[in-house]
């Protein structure tokens, strides 16, 4: 059964950092790209970034570009999003998803990360301003 669990929200205040990990399990994890989405309630959910299984293609969304950088670490099964200049829309539930794709979708890529396969559950970040 594959797994996801992301993990490594909090409450922090606006410019503060976070970093966000995505455990996964059940999967031959060097097979997936995984992307990252989160919402917030009332709104739609939103992509906000992706990595290609072999970790040579990222992808982020305008709003989070210079601030969000994706990671994984193939040999424990996790990717990182490491957070940084938090601001007060940066508040939601954030969510790892996983597909067994080389890539992310190319120009696509939100439509894909939405479409992904296995979803986890998610972990709140919550911006103070």
């Known amino acids: 059964e594959v797994q996801l669990q992301a993990s490594g929200g909090g409450l922090v205040q606006t410019g503060g950092s976070l970093r966000l990990s995505c455990a996964a399990s059940?999967?031959?994890?060097?097979?997936?790209?995984i992307g990252w989405l989160r919402q917030v309630p009332g709104k739609e959910r939103e992509v906000v970034s992706c990595?290609?299984?072999?970790?040579?293609?990222?992808y982020y969304a305008d709003s989070v570009k210079g601030r969000f950088t994706v990671s994984r670490d193939n040999a424990k099964n996790t990717v990182y999003l490491q957070i940084s200049n938090l601001l007060p829309e940066d508040t939601g539930v954030y969510y790892c998803?996983?597909?067994?794709?080389?890539?992310?979708?190319?120009?696509?890529?939100?439509?894909?990360?939405?479409?992904?396969?296995?979803w986890g559950k998610g972990t709140l970040v919550t911006v103070s301003s």
């Open positions: 059940g999967l031959t994890f060097d097979d997936y790209a």
């Open positions: 990595i290609s299984r072999s970790d040579n293609t990222k």
């Open positions: 998803a996983a597909d067994p794709i080389a890539t992310c979708g190319g120009s696509d890529w939100t439509v894909f990360v939405r479409g992904m396969d296995y």
